[in-house]
């Protein structure tokens, strides 16, 4: 089956994978080299090994721009959040981490709660083509979403505009509102970003390598020591198995 996977690759001899520089939970810095660290491209180089075949990256400032790439086939695996309207075009392993995404809103918001934003006037900043940007997309039937460039954008629309709330990933927004202290993070999530490795849904024989080595990267506890590796323990969880 490995071989089967090899020979899918576009490169011969090459994995050549997309990385999203935009989540700084999953890539946490860069080498002497300029190559992207962290956790996803560990993944990536674990993958590599288990193929037999070398590595390269190719970096995406945020996540829509790496989906938006497999058109182009200018990867053979992307690590980048499951997501509905992505999976149409991608196919995608079991998530391998998963944190959770909610509201930060101003000290004085009656907002309180993950339920009360969904309301009429409501303003939400939101980085564009996010996975929870594509997932409020489809949730909200009230408040209005604000779109902005990247997790810095969205956060600059929310202070500039006076925004209602600002939608992100926890841990982000815990960052976030060290910089603003007026601000607070509403409890529990709306959704949770499933990180996972995507291919081309033709690679069928990819597509059943890269299942076996989330299978197993998992239960030898390779991810958590990765999480643990880069400093981001508390920050994100090994996802649970799907049932």
């Not at 209602?164 to 993070?185: F, H, I, M, T, W």
């Amino acid at each position: 089956m490995t071989q089967n996977a090899r020979s899918e690759l576009s490169l011969p001899g090459t994995l050549r994978v997309g990385i999203n520089l935009g989540n700084m939970l999953l890539v946490t810095g860069s080498g002497p080299g300029g190559e992207p660290q962290g956790i996803a491209p560990d993944l990536a180089v674990a993958l590599a090994a288990r193929l037999g075949v070398a590595v390269s990256y190719r970096t995406y400032p945020m996540p829509g721009e790496l989906a938006d790439g497999l058109e182009r086939d200018e990867w053979d695996i992307g690590l980048i959040a499951v997501e509905p309207k992505r999976a149409e075009m991608i196919a995608f392993s079991e998530a391998y981490v998963e944190i959770e995404a909610s509201y930060l809103v101003p000290a004085n918001s009656q907002l309180r709660s993950i339920e009360d934003v969904d309301r009429p006037g409501v303003r939400i900043a939101v980085a564009e083509r996010a996975a929870y940007d594509l997932y409020l997309t489809r949730a909200l039937k009230h408040a209005e979403l604000r779109r902005a460039t990247g997790l810095s954008g969205a956060f600059a629309l929310f202070e500039q505009e006076n925004l209602e709330a600002l939608a992100g990933l926890v841990p982000a927004l815990r960052e976030n509102a060290k910089d603003l202290p007026s601000a607070r993070v509403l409890p529990g999530c709306f959704t949770t970003a499933q990180q996972a490795i995507g291919t081309k849904p033709r690679n069928t024989a990819l597509i059943t390598e890269i299942a076996d080595f989330i299978r197993d990267t998992k239960a030898s506890g390779l991810i958590a020591k990765l999480i643990e590796k880069h400093g981001v323990t508390g920050k994100l969880q090994v996802a649970k198995d799907s049932e």
